[in-house]
C-alpha cells in the first residue's frame, strides 16, 4: 500500500475523531488534495475557516511532525494522481451517514462555491464582451475535451453564431 493510499486511510479512520474544525480540513483535502497540496497552512485554514494552528494539530493527529511533512505526501499524491475509481473505492466508508449521491453533489457544491471564490468578474465580463464582439469563435478541443467543445460549439451557435470546433491539428 502506498503512503498516499495510507493517508487517505488513516484520515478515513480517524475522522469520527476529529474534531469539527479537523473533519472540516480532512473533507477540504479529501476532495481538494490538489489544491491543499501547494497551500500554507495559513491559507489551508482561511480556506476552510478554522485557524493555522488547527490545521497543524490537523496534521499532528495524523501522525506528522507538522504540516510541512503532510504536505509533501499530499504533493506525493498529485505525482501518483490516484484514479477517480480508487477515490471513489477509498471515499466509499468516508461518511457512511452519506449516499454516495449526496458525497458528489457536496463535492460539485464545494467547487461552485470555491470557483465563485475565485472567479474574477471583470476578467469573465471582459471574456464575454469578447465572444459577442467576435465575427467568428474558434473552440479547440482534443481528446476527452471534444465532447464538452461540441457542447460549447452547439449552445453557443444558437446564441450568436459562426462558432467553429476545431478537433484535430492541420
Same mark, same amino acid.
Not at 477517480?84 to 452519506?98: A, K
Not at 465563485?116 to 476578467?123: E, H, I, P, S, V
Given at each position: 500500500?502506498?503512503?498516499? /493510499? +495510507?493517508?487517505?486511510?488513516? /484520515? %478515513? /479512520? ?5 474534531? !469539527?474544525?479537523?473533519?472540516? @480540513?480532512?473533507?477540504?483535502? *479529501?476532495?481538494?488534495? +490538489?489544491?491543499?497540496?501547494? *497551500? $500554507?497552512?495559513?491559507?489551508?485554514? #482561511? ?6 494552528? $488547527? ?9 506528522? #511532525?507538522?504540516?510541512? %511533512?503532510?504536505?509533501?505526501?499530499? %504533493?506525493? *499524491? ?9 477515490? @471513489? ?5 468516508? +461518511? +457512511? #451517514? ?10 460539485? *457544491? ?18 464575454? &464582451?469578447?465572444?459577442?464582439?467576435? !465575427? ?20 453557443? &451557435?444558437?446564441?450568436?453564431? &459562426?462558432?467553429? $470546433?476545431?478537433?484535430?491539428? @492541420?
Amino acid at each position: 500500500m502506498s503512503v498516499n /493510499i +495510507d493517508l487517505v486511510k488513516k /484520515i %478515513q /479512520i480517524l475522522f469520527p475523531r476529529l474534531s !469539527k474544525g479537523q473533519k472540516l @480540513i480532512a473533507g477540504y483535502i *479529501m476532495d481538494n488534495y +490538489d489544491k491543499a497540496a501547494f *497551500m $500554507t497552512a495559513a491559507r489551508l485554514g #482561511e480556506k476552510v475557516g478554522v485557524s493555522e494552528s $488547527t490545521v497543524v494539530r490537523f496534521a499532528n493527529v495524523l501522525d506528522f #511532525e507538522g504540516y510541512p %511533512q503532510m504536505q509533501k505526501v499530499l %504533493q506525493e *499524491m498529485l505525482r501518483t494522481r490516484l484514479t477517480t475509481v480508487q477515490r @471513489i473505492e477509498l471515499t466509499s466508508d468516508y +461518511d +457512511d #451517514e452519506e449516499s454516495i449521491l449526496k458525497r458528489v453533489l457536496k463535492a460539485d *457544491m464545494d467547487n461552485i462555491k470555491v470557483t465563485m471564490g475565485d472567479a474574477d468578474l471583470k476578467a469573465f465580463d471582459n471574456a464575454v &464582451n469578447s465572444i459577442i464582439e467576435a !465575427k467568428h469563435v474558434y473552440i479547440v478541443a482534443l481528446r476527452s475535451s471534444r465532447t464538452l467543445a461540441d457542447f460549447l460549439s452547439f449552445y453557443l &451557435n444558437l446564441i450568436r453564431g &459562426n462558432v467553429h $470546433t476545431v478537433t484535430h491539428s @492541420i
